[in-house]
């Protein structure tokens, strides 16, 4: 009987669909599989890499779909798996793509890394800060590269935001909200909590990620609330975060499917200024604390009952067009420096454990705990998990 941290890759190439032609590698490309072909797999990850076609060239997929298996054939004219081992035991692939469900990303890229490959995870990047230091020490031991796609780090309204406040404009920031509002009924996989589904997993791991590179400090208070409100299936699909950090501003992120009247995506408060707007549009309104006069402070009676908060300021203002993003091109270029040119990895797992601990924690305050399977034993599981 095998212990269960032995991990055996068979090869079953025999079950793989493979073109009538592949085109060979060029100097310098890394081979990559994808595992999962749904929304990310193909729509981000597949798309993105065929932007870079002298970097990055998919040579496999997997997927338990044949529709899937078929159209990723016909347009991308790869060998195509029903399961994911079958990819990871491909000898010509380099980088592993895990774009499946977020209860199989650990397993899956456990399984990657002792044979051999580099891994990029979807987000969330593990349930556990446990899982991610076991990954850690897995990938430093097969000296491998693991990251995650945290590419919202490149998106360009956090960019602009964090520009503009360590530009001191609007003075030193105290309040800082995140918000990702709208109205949506949602019944797929990721609305159950086997599935590691939910707003903390889906969306407040791009978003709380955003706000802990602002800071570059840990909340010491996390406050949840956590909710199943509009949605089918059993996780929360409405969240309030609060983080205080010991040093710096409050952190807010809310993620709701229960909407109906949208605020502001990025509000943020500065003790000169301030910023709010979307991702696509910010305003922003400032002035010169060095204009003002000096403030005197009266102890007696209001003088003539006023409430002495009528001052005038000559305040800015500016609006920010952001641009187009193309995140998901800029972090494989980033990728791609790191395994051929040495650059410094851009998301190390060290990065993202910080925020996988706040979501857990934030779990556990909300009186919500859960408990996710960390193991998948059969390759029927695994290919499951791909849907």
Known sequence: MRSRAEVVVPDRRSLAVAPSKEASLSAGQIAVGIIGLGRSGWNIHAAGLRELPDRFRVVAVADPLEARRVEAATELGVTTYTEPRQLIADDRVELVVVATPSHTHVPIALIALQAGKHVVLEKPMAQRPEEIDLMAAVAESAGRVLTCFQNNRLEPSFLAVRQIIESGRIGEVVLVRRAI??????????????????????????????LLLLIGDTPTSVSADLRHTVSAGDAEDHVKLTL?????????????????????????????????????????????????????????AAEGREYGTDESIDWSEETVAVGPSRRTERYYRRLYA??????????????????????????????????????????????????
Request: glycine share 8%; no cysteine.
């Open 338 to 387: 790191t395994l051929r040119e040495g650059a410094d990895l851009f998301v190390t797992p060290a990065s993202v454990r910080r925020q996988v601990e706040i979501l857990t924690r934030a779990r556990t305050r909300s009186g919500a705990p859960r408990e996710r399977r960390s193991t998948i034993s059969t390759t029927q599981e695994l290919s499951a998990g791909l849907r």
């Open 244 to 300: 205080r950090p010991e040093h710096g501003p409050v952190l807010e992120v809310e993620s709701s499917a229960t909407v109906a009247l949208p605020q502001d995506s990025w509000f943020v408060v500065g003790t000169a200024g301030g910023i709010a707007g979307s991702q696509s549009t910010l305003r922003v309104r400032w002035f010169d604390p060095a204009a003002l006069p000096a403030l005197v402070l009266r102890t007696g």
């Open 181 to 210: 509002h709208r109205f949506a009924r949602r019944a797929d996989w990721q609305t159950l909590r086997s599935h590691g589904g939910g707003e903390l997993s889906n969306k407040v791991s791009h978003y709380l990620d955003q």
